[in-house]
């Protein structure tokens, strides 16, 4: 059986992690980026480290998408989406676009740019690059694929046996609504990791900061609600169940953040904001936190708290200096 010929737009930490974990698997994978980074990628290769293992992987190396390329697969950061789309829509031939960003807006600019629909892969898992040609793979979740239109969906088979390589796939008909349930999660777990330079587990042990996102993430619902946005239950992250109990007493929230993010092995994992900010780079914050400011300022339901975050992190993208616990506690107060 002939493989598929897989495309990798993007070496940041998903990016290279699909290609690292491809490669050593025997795909027929090219690492598609920038000009001035295709010698020194080719000279170093990717290597990788975590829970897949230390291993280290050579794969093609390119500034275009190959010729007859099966699958495009964009990674990079929502607001350099469109750019690249523009830099690759000439060699991208017959390839099927699947867009792997953060937040609910790559449908949209994919559409926009080259009018093609893309199929989605929403990866519910973290992995971190820190330094150009590593990796490390820090938690196992699942990734979601879905696409819009019917017409890609014969697509999906062989996307999740290619997905499958990198953790535990769920294919959905509902893709928009996973779109919104990982963000309000992701939103929160971005914020408090970006706001405070802290891993995870010290976030929500520290009983200011679990507290700030418990009550962001009553916002965010509340501000979906409002949108009339129908979110979806998806393994691992209950989101409807989760929602209801979020309108109980406050310390039901905290004790379900400590369940789940509480653990030793959660200090490994670095937001990809934070990643940004240690990086000297400009977060997705517009398209994280700053979805539930636009579904604000559309429904009307308040969202103080997502405004607040914007504000913050654009302040740290600038000075890198990361806000206290009493600096946190002002933004719930």
Not at 90 to 113: F, H, P, Y
Not at 116 to 127: G, M, T, V
Not at 218 to 223: D, I
Not at 256 to 266: A, C, F, H, P
Request: hydrophobic fraction near 45%.
């Amino acid at each position: 059986m002939t493989k598929s010929k897989i495309a990798v737009i993007g070496a940041g930490a998903i990016g290279n992690l699909l290609a690292a974990l491809w490669a050593r698997a025997g795909e027929d994978v090219t690492l598609v980026v920038r000009p001035n980074r295709v010698e020194t990628l080719r000279a170093s290769g990717l290597r990788a480290s975590g829970i897949a293992g230390d291993f280290h992987v050579t794969p093609k190396v390119a500034a275009e998408i190959p010729p007859d390329t099966d699958f495009a697969v964009f990674t990079m950061k929502t607001q350099d989406l469109a750019e690249a789309i523009r830099a690759q829509k000439a060699s991208l031939g017959k390839a099927t676009i699947v867009t792997a960003q953060n937040g609910v807006r790559a449908r949209e600019i994919v559409l926009a740019e080259c009018g093609r629909e893309p199929a989605s892969a929403i990866l519910l898992l973290n992995s971190s690059s820190l330094a150009p040609g590593e990796v490390r793979y820090n938690r196992e979740g699942v990734t979601v694929l879905g696409a819009a239109a019917p017409e890609l969906r014969s697509k999906l088979s062989e996307l999740k046996r290619l997905f499958a390589m990198v953790a535990s796939v769920f294919v959905t008909d509902e893709i928009e609504g996973a779109m919104w349930s990982k963000l309000v999660i992701n939103a929160m777990t971005n914020s408090m990791n970006a706001l405070t330079g802290k891993p995870l587990n010290e976030c929500v042990n520290d009983r200011v900061i679990v507290q700030f996102g418990v009550a962001q993430l009553k916002e965010s619902f509340g501000v979906v609600r409002a949108a009339g946005i129908s979110l979806i239950n998806m393994p691992g992250a209950p989101m409807k169940l989760f929602s209801r109990a979020l309108m109980l007493p406050a310390f039901v929230g905290r004790m379900i953040l400590r369940k789940n993010l509480g653990s030793s092995d959660q200090a490994s994992i670095m937001t990809s904001t934070l990643q940004s900010i240690l990086r000297k780079q400009p977060t997705e914050i517009d398209y994280l936190n700053g979805e539930f400011v636009r579904l604000s300022d559309r429904t009307g339901y308040p969202a103080p708290i997502n405004r607040a975050v914007v504000e913050n992190i654009r302040r740290i993208e600038q000075t890198g200096k990361f806000l206290s616990r009493e600096e946190i506690a002002e933004i719930i107060r």
